[in-house]
Nanobody, 118 residues
């Protein structure tokens, strides 16, 4: 089992930045992907970014490349999402997830709210 706890969400003005953290514990597989998804009110959940624990290979939603950066700290088993130049449309609940591949992210955190005001 893998436990994921997100933190770092909050209210920020458009153009601002936030950094989300996802602390992982339990049985962490180094081959796993850990990443971020988001869900805005009334919308489907969408992929944001992900990273492998081993090797640090990164994946991004095309629309977010350049503004969002995913990274990991293998010592502290934490994955980060640095979000810059935030826009009101980035408002959503952001979830940390982990799994063997993007289609089977079997472990999820409780989510953290990000609100971007205009």
């Amino acid at each position: 089992q893998v436990q994921l706890v997100e933190s770092g969400g909050g209210l920020v003005q458009a153009g601002g930045s936030l950094r989300l953290s996802c602390a992982a514990s339990g049985r962490i597989y180094t081959s796993y992907l850990t990443g971020w998804f988001r869900q805005a009110p009334g919308k489907e959940r969408e992929f944001v970014a992900a990273i492998t624990w081993s090797g640090g290979r990164t994946y991004y939603a095309d629309s977010l490349k350049g503004r969002f950066t995913v990274s990991r700290d293998n010592v502290n088993n934490t994955v980060y999402l640095q979000m810059n130049s935030l826009k009101p449309e980035d408002t959503a609940v952001y979830y940390c997830a982990s799994g063997s591949n993007m289609a089977t992210m079997g472990y999820w955190g409780q989510g953290t709210q990000v609100t971007v005001s205009s």
